[in-house]
């Protein structure tokens, strides 16, 4: 819940907003989890794997666009 509270708070605040995948813990139960998921992806940020968020990262660090 802590998180797609504050994904939808950014949201509305014109961040970009990226959820990386294996940082979420599904306190509330799968179902719950899978819910909160597909509202994030399909309205308030991006999901994406801690694969993909470090690349990111390092390519900003190093100054590719």
Do not use: K
């Amino acid at each position: 819940s802590c998180v797609i509270a504050t994904t939808i708070a950014a949201s509305v605040r014109d961040y970009a907003v990226f959820v990386v995948e294996e940082g979420v813990d599904p306190l509330l139960g799968q179902e719950q989890h899978a819910a909160a998921s597909t509202v994030i992806g399909a309205s308030f940020g991006w999901l994406v794997g801690a694969a993909t968020s470090l690349e990111a990262l390092r390519e900003v660090r190093a100054g590719v666009s």
